[in-house]
């Protein structure tokens, strides 16, 4: 429609809307409907209708419920852009909210509390006082919303007409179920906020997880909805029963509420549950075994969403308590219609699951599954029938399937090479578990043998982490690896993993130390420093082992890695060539020490992490494996973007290979690394090849005393982006320049100097700060550090809500603007002693999660410099709550 069309029908429509106002002819009200219509669908598809706002509102008087519906919003839309349009609805909208009709004065009250405009506050109170009060259900269940509503655009007005104590007085009295659930919301969304400026509002909140409260809930919780119990259910969590009976009676009521068809509600009630006993080890026990049917019937029956949300929860459970789960690993199983994140999610929990009695049948599927996945994909079969599928696959094993495989076989029909990868890392993960690990070595080696570039790296990454825990089993590891063709390999990881275990054994690989010198001689083409970083190590390990072939290779790998662009790998390879200046035996010991497997790998997450978000239980916390503080906090979320590369950050876009530095940053940085006679001799240096000759030195020391020079890159290979290759001095005499002496202090091998302490701060005892220059403060600095700190048991027994801390940190010279509850809550705030009026302030946020006593604060303050003095002062204080 062009513009010229538009403004037509728009002024033909004013005009028949203009004729039609205020007519009682026969048949009037069929011709609104069809104008009406013709105006909500130019408003839906983005029309601006905004010029018939006037005889829209003209033409509402009129007792048709659709016609009255489809003005409502039309105003409703425009009324927020218009403010000035919105006075001419205050008549008519507040003539209908006394409408005999209870569905008109609830789409009226509704309508009118969405107008959101601040002027117009005046004219909301009367009709929701007058709608909390109306003899209809509908009408009392909007009022109660349209207090929210009133909140957000005027807090004062909302609670200095006491419309919070109205809301409790219905959500305890009132008979319909509707009602109480939305005086139940609209109350805890306006305490929650209240609740940080003002102790009164915090109480009353606190007030709302009475027993008699409570009781009241559960009593009639089978009348309300699904979305009112979801939200009855959550408050109940919060609530501690007095005793044991009182506990089991809740449950009792619950009880029926797990065999729910609704996800939310089955959840919402595990979440009740699961924090009702969790001081009852015995029940929380049962608990778990009670709900694990329930979830494994949600986990089949719905969506792939619903399954991947329930899944996640499946998988905080799994973790917690893994032998309950063990029996029931087929339900983990992959289907042939699972996307590719919930395959990926199934695979970890058969990775959590694994245990004594079914690591076999799950390290056999998985492996089987990913040969299957190689199969497909090299044979290019089109995979159509479960039962061609499971022919193929007995035809490939030589022999007759097991349930296990049948059930992964259904969903090879979609090759997925990121979750093949994922089936190999679960295998992985499982041998590293110390179950059946003979088996399990044996099917990951046989990937090795399988040639396939994605199998190859995951295979490798793997089989490090397995020769760390398990050096045992290095000989037939190593005969295998040995047969692996470095080019063939291109992953990074998978790269860096290769080199480690051609330094670890060197001793079991003959060709180590010449896979290495390829891998030395490709140096400038590597454009990952975590690759580099582990080829300077695996070299300097080979050397320890196998002096008379490595030496020269050690000198170009130290050359190549003083010329790296990479910050890192320059350290390191200075630091190794000091410290083979110092004492080869000292650089042995540092480089290569004696290792004792590793009995446990560090997790992906902390104990305290995985505590947090099982506090946040049926929240989207658990599905981004996040507490909520970290995904919805802005304070929280990193400026900086990290590149794979080890020790590498990047700002903003930029390319992932190395770093261009400008020439005269070069020239000085070379300077700084050498002394006068080293430079005149680096002249003399000769730029022709490595020349890898195979001089025999019988001892380490002779390296040290005859052999070693670092020779310059050859300049038929040449580095990109590189510096110039100094040569670092041999040694640092008393009267070195003090820039060289720098260098050696950065590196911890010149004099070193303990850090000073910081001073203590003084602080003002009494700070004046009110709330209104505390939240734009808050809102304009920025958070100076994060500070975590954990209270012993004993302080924790006294931390029985906010105020025990709140009067312990006033003894500290820290006030509290405001705490909360559930989790405990709190903001505080201090002043440095003399500062003037406004300044020198510093701003905290404590967390405290009750479960483990974790505290986690964020500091801002005026001058972020004194921020880590303020740290010490802050951490001294918690320190010393529950001691006295």
Not at 486 to 513: C, H, Q, R
Request: with cysteine; aromatic share 8%; charged share 20%.
């Amino acid at each position: 429609m062009n513009a010229d069309n538009r403004k037509g029908e728009l002024a033909e429509l004013k005009g028949q809307l203009r004729q039609l106002a205020g007519s009682r002819a026969p048949g009037v009200e069929d011709l609104k409907r069809e104008l009406y219509k013709k105006v909500i669908s130019y408003l839906t598809v983005g029309i601006d209708v905004s010029s018939l706002f006037s005889e829209m509102v003209m033409c509402s008087a009129t007792s048709d419920l659709v016609l009255k519906k489809m003005c409502y919003l039309y105003v409703g839309n425009y009324a927020r852009g218009y403010p000035e349009l919105a006075l001419l609805t205050i008549n008519f909208l507040q003539k209908d909210c006394q409408d005999d009709d209870p569905m008109i004065r609830g789409l009226a009250l509704r309508s009118l509390c969405s107008l959101r405009v601040k002027n117009l506050v005046e004219y909301l109170v009367g009709p929701l006082q007058r709608g909390l009060k109306d003899s209809n259900g509908y009408v009392r269940s909007v009022a109660a919303i349209g207090v929210l509503k009133l909140y957000h655009i005027a807090p004062s007005s909302c609670t200095d007409n006491d419309f919070p104590v109205t809301l409790k007085a219905l959500l305890l009295h009132d008979s319909d179920p509707q009602v109480v659930a939305n005086c139940l919301c609209s109350l805890l969304e306006i305490l929650s906020i209240e609740g940080n400026v003002s102790e009164a509002a915090l109480r009353e909140k606190e007030s709302l997880l009475h027993r008699n409260v409570i009781l009241s809930l559960l009593n009639r919780f089978k009348e309300f909805s699904e979305w009112a119990q979801c939200l009855v259910l959550e408050v109940v969590s919060k609530y501690v029963p007095e005793d044991a009976q009182e506990t089991h009676d809740m449950m009792d009521v619950l009880d029926d509420r797990l065999q729910h068809a609704n996800s939310a509600v089955v959840l919402a009630t595990i979440k009740v549950f699961l924090h009702l006993t969790m001081s009852m080890a015995d029940v929380h026990q049962k608990v778990y075994e009670r709900i694990k049917a329930p979830l494994l019937t949600l986990v089949s029956s719905g969506s792939a969403e619903q399954s991947y949300a329930v899944l996640s929860h499946l998988h905080l459970l799994v973790m917690r308590a893994p032998m309950l789960f063990a029996s029931d690993y087929k339900h983990f199983y992959c289907r042939y219609s699972d996307p590719s994140y919930v395959k990926k999610l199934k695979l970890e929990m058969l990775t959590a699951v694994a245990n004594e009695s079914n690591t076999y049948e799950i390290g056999y599927a998985l492996d089987q599954y990913v040969k299957f996945l190689e199969f497909v994909n090299s044979s290019k079969i089109s995979v159509v029938v479960p039962r061609t599928l499971l022919d193929s696959l007995q035809d490939l094993v030589g022999g007759p399937v097991p349930l296990t495989v049948t059930e992964l076989s259904e969903y090879a029909a979609n090759v997925d090479v990121a979750i093949a990868r994922e089936s190999i890392r679960a295998v992985g993960k499982i041998a590293l578990q110390q179950y059946d690990v003979n088996a399990i070595v044996d099917r990951l080696l046989q990937f090795l043998e399988m040639e396939k570039d994605y199998v190859t790296a995951e295979t490798l990454v793997l089989v490090k982490d397995l020769l760390r825990k398990y050096p045992q089993w290095s000989h037939d590891c190593i005969a295998v690896v040995g047969n692996v063709s470095s080019k063939s390999v291109t992953e990074p990881k998978a790269k860096a993993a290769l080199v480690w275990m051609l330094g670890e054994y060197a001793y079991d690989m003959s060709d180590a130390p010449y896979v290495l010198e390829g891998f030395v001689q490709s140096w400038a083409e590597e454009d990952f420093a975590e690759v580099r970083l582990e080829l300077l190590t695996a070299v300097a390990k080979c050397f320890f082992k196998r002096p008379p072939e490595t030496v020269q290779i050690l000198g170009a790998a130290l050359s190549f890695g003083f010329a790296d662009a990479n910050q890192d790998v320059h350290d390191r390879a200075l630091l190794y060539y000091r410290l083979l200046q110092h004492s080869v035996e000292v650089a042995e010991r540092v480089i290569n020490p004696p290792k004792q497997a590793v009995s446990v790998f560090a997790g992906d997450q902390s104990s305290e992490i995985k505590d947090r978000i099982f506090d946040e239980f049926n929240s989207l916390a658990v599905v981004y494996r996040q507490p909520s503080y970290m995904f919805l906090d802005k304070d929280q979320r990193s400026p900086f973007a990290f590149s794979e590369d080890t020790g590498s950050s990047i700002i903003g876009p930029q390319s992932p290979g190395r770093e261009d530095l400008p020439s005269d940053i070069d020239a000085r940085d070379n300077d700084l690394l050498l002394s006068a006679h080293e430079k005149e001799d680096s002249r003399a240096v000769s730029n022709g090849s490595h020349g890898y000759s195979s001089s025999k030195f019988h001892t380490l020391q002779e390296f040290t005393d005859s052999a070693f020079a670092p020779r310059s890159p050859s300049p038929t290979q040449p580095i990109r982006n590189a510096r110039a290759t100094p040569l670092p001095p041999a040694a640092v005499s008393s009267t070195a320049a003090s820039p060289l002496l720098a260098v050696d202090d950065l590196l911890g091998l010149g004099p070193s100097a303990s850090a000073e302490p910081f001073p203590p701060l003084k602080l003002n005892p009494k700070p004046v700060l009110d709330p209104a220059s505390f939240k734009r403060k808050w809102g304009q600095l920025t958070v100076a550090l994060t500070l975590e700190y954990t209270f012993p048991a004993q302080a924790m027994v006294g931390l029985t809500g906010p105020q025990p801390l709140v009067r312990h940190m006033q003894t500290n010279s820290v006030q509290c603007m405001a705490s909360g509850n559930a989790p405990l809550k709190f903001f505080f705030f201090a002043q440095l002693a003399d500062a003037p009026a406004n300044t020198g302030f510093f701003l905290v946020e404590l967390v405290v999660t009750t479960s483990s006593g974790l505290a986690s604060a964020k500091i801002k303050a005026d001058d972020s410099s004194l921020a880590p003095a303020f740290a010490d002062s802050l951490q001294s204080a918690l320190s010393k709550f529950g001691s006295l």
